[in-house]
């Protein structure tokens, strides 16, 4: 992997960090990408007139991400990636649905179409469907243009439980899991195929190019590495459902790739958790907090649970989320309580300074700690 907007010693340093992180191997300090967006002063291109042009066309998604990059400051093990994007509904939308698109909100959507599971008895994705085709461009452009200068994510995949729940709709699908349970486990069984299906499709073109491999959660590994578990219906199941519908489609996805991070967002996911540890092939867990919640220093139990249960633990800190944290407070907390070696964390923050500050204060304190005697 290479780019010319970190410095060669840093980018070697960062490429072998990240690598000893998913190897368990990593040394003295977390885990950091710490960015900083418009680090540097820069107009960006002009959006065009139409929330959905400015989502699907690609000369202006790759410009966009281009100028991003090259004003961004990217300390520690942070690297320049763009992930190619449709939405959370964009998996639906390659099944069959419409998408309607807010650029303002960062998200788009999709109507429920399934009426009848009869009529979806073989889910695909058809060649000319308009956004597999969208996306398919913009990530074929990403590949091309990031050549030397960035990684190309893998597609932020709300399949499984999710997809099902965009297309069929969340209450009808809750309904449908006690009335028709049959028919969901026949239709999550064709989730995981065409999931695996998505991943292997996308690597064929992305890994060619010798960037590496990314998704929208950071991190970086020369092997595949995604996100599973984008379950957020599983908040609104048991336990006993979500091993009936959830578990295996999630075990299969981990199983299916080299590196894997499962998104654990927020206290209504956390009664999976067991479940979620006993996935043998699964690296690390991702929590997210949600907006408004206690930063992760007040979490430190459920930390310390995850890599008591054999997970390293990645924690994000960006706008709502955190990105004005008291980071002195936030690492003195985290490495002084966690293995530090098993933590990722990633930050966007709004001045070089603080990136700078909180990469050589997470060294310190895990110094410090060290040189203590036992």
């Known amino acids: 992997m290479t780019t010319p907007w970190i410095p060669e010693t840093r980018l070697k340093s960062a490429l072998q960090r990240n690598e000893a992180f998913w190897r368990g191997e990593l040394e003295e300090y977390p885990l950091l990408w710490v960015t900083v967006p418009g680090a540097a002063p820069g107009t960006p291109p002009v959006a065009p007139p139409s929330d959905e042009e400015q989502w699907t066309n690609v ?103 999710d997809g099902l729940g965009a297309m069929r709709g969340p209450e009808r699908l809750m309904l449908d899991l006690v009335t028709d349970p049959a028919v969901i486990v026949r239709a999550m069984g064709q989730m995981t195929r065409l999931w695996k299906e998505i991943v292997d499709t996308v690597s064929d073109l992305i890994l060619p190019g010798g960037q590496g491999t990314t998704n929208w959660t950071y991190g970086w590994s020369a092997e595949r590495f995604i996100c599973v578990g984008q379950n957020d219906f599983s908040c609104l199941i048991s336990p006993a459902m979500f091993d009936q519908f959830v ?59 995850i890599q008591d249960g054999g997970k390293s633990v990645q924690l994000m800190y960006s706008g709502a989320h955190g990105g004005k944290a008291d980071f002195r407070h936030e690492i ?29 204060h997470a060294r310190e304190v895990c110094r410090a700690a060290r040189s203590k005697p036992l």
């Open 59 to 161: 000369d202006y998604q790759i410009t966009k991400t281009e100028h991003a990059l090259s004003h961004t400051y990217f300390a520690a093990d942070s690297l320049p990636i763009h992930n190619p994007w449709l939405g959370p509904d964009q998996f639906a939308a390659w099944l069959g649905g419409g998408l309607s698109f807010s650029t303002r909100d960062n998200t788009s959507w999709t109507k429920p179409f399934i009426e009848d599971w009869a009529d979806f008895t073989d889910f695909r994705i058809r060649p000319d469907n308009r956004w597999w085709r969208a996306y398919l461009a913009i990530l074929r452009a990403s590949v091309e243009r990031g050549k030397g200068r960035w990684v190309t994510a893998y597609p932020d995949l709300h399949t499984g439980i």
């Open 247 to 305: 578990l295996d489609d999630t075990r299969a996805s981990c199983e299916h790739v080299e590196r894997s991070i499962y998104h654990l967002d927020g206290p209504g996911a956390l009664q999976h958790l067991p479940r979620i540890l006993e996935l043998e092939s699964l690296d690390c867990v991702q929590w997210i907090q949600g907006a408004g919640a206690p930063l992760p220093s007040e979490w430190l139990s459920l930390l310390r649970r």
């Open 332 to 360: 003195d907390a985290l490495c002084g309580a966690l293995d530090p070696t098993r933590l990722f964390i990633a930050a966007d923050v709004d001045s070089v300074e603080k990136a700078d500050y909180i990469v050589q």
